[in-house]
């Protein structure tokens, strides 16, 4: 089946999937915090890492650059920028004190500071024009992109990166196919390995079927190019089943450098 078209795909997601953002996704990371970067390893094949090593290669940096980590999670991506640049001053933005904790004690164990806050990152609460760089990985298909997008563009420093991974609906209709079979095996038995709880059990489906009313590398890529952002760069692994982007907030006069 078609996905629907770009104009009303986001009020399409918001009205299946409103409740579970809202009401379910707080408890599901929870529950998945304290094993969430193991089980993500069994379930990649080991590629866990890999994908992590591809996202900071499209990531530029200048030593004392301000970066938020946005839907930080265990801190992955605030601990691999630190470990490349250790005088950038990182802060993470997530909804679950759960999951901001387990990356606290993971940051801590590696003699790292990530200034964390817990909140709604649709309403980031910082001043505008105040970050160099802004990362977002594993989370915008549980969001709402187009007003996400709109408020890291706020905050970004004119000329300023963003930088953007997830799990995308592949453009391939065939691969589509065998990737929703894949992710239905994956969470089955990670769930088994790991005695997931009853609010993972739960929302098993949910997470096909965000990604199947989800964008695929090139719409995403129109979608930011919408919210204003210029140079958007897109890479794709595994025929698009993972998609990451990179684009600029251009300065006032259009351009980005």
């Keep these: 089946m078609s996905p629907?078209?770009?104009a009303v795909r986001e009020q399409l997601r918001a009205e299946r999937f409103g409740t579970v953002w809202?009401?379910?996704l707080h408890d599901v990371f929870v529950d998945v915090?304290?094993?969430y970067d193991r089980a993500?390893?069994?379930a990649s094949f080991g590629l866990w890492s890999w994908f992590l090593r591809n996202f900071m290669s499209l990531v530029e940096l200048r030593p004392g650059q301000r970066v938020l980590d946005v839907c930080a999670g265990t801190n992955a991506v605030g601990i691999a920028l630190?470990?490349?640049?250790?005088s950038l001053e990182v802060h993470a933005m997530d909804r679950s004190a759960a999951m901001q904790e387990v990356g606290r004690q993971r940051a801590a164990a590696r003699g790292l500071k990530i200034r964390s806050n817990i909140g709604d990152v649709?309403?980031?609460?910082?001043?505008d024009n105040h970050f160099d760089v802004v990362t977002l990985q594993w989370a915008s298909r549980h969001l709402r992109v187009r007003d996400l997008f709109t408020e890291i563009h706020r905050v970004l420093k004119p000329g300023g990166r963003f930088h953007h991974c997830?799990?995308?609906?592949p453009g391939n209709p065939i691969v589509e196919k065998l990737y929703y079979a894949y992710l239905r095996g994956s969470l089955a038995v990670?769930?088994?390995?790991?005695?997931s709880g009853s609010a993972a059990w739960g929302v098993k489906k949910y997470f096909i079927d965000a990604i199947e009313l989800f964008y695929s590398a090139e719409e995403l890529s129109q979608v930011l190019r919408e919210q204003g952002y210029r140079d958007v760069v897109a890479k794709s692994l595994l025929a698009g089943m993972i998609g990451m982007h990179r684009a600029a907030k251009p300065f006032a006069d259009g351009a980005t450098e």
Excluded: I, Q
Aim: proline share 18%; aromatic share 12%.
């Design 33 to 35: 915090a304290p094993y």
């Design 190 to 195: 990670t769930g088994l390995f790991f005695r």
């Design 40 to 42: 993500n390893r069994v």
């Design 166 to 169: 997830d799990m995308l609906r």
């Design 4 to 6: 629907p078209p770009l």
């Design 122 to 127: 649709h309403v980031l609460p910082f001043p």
């Design 82 to 86: 630190l470990e490349r640049e250790p």
């Design 22 to 24: 809202k009401e379910d």
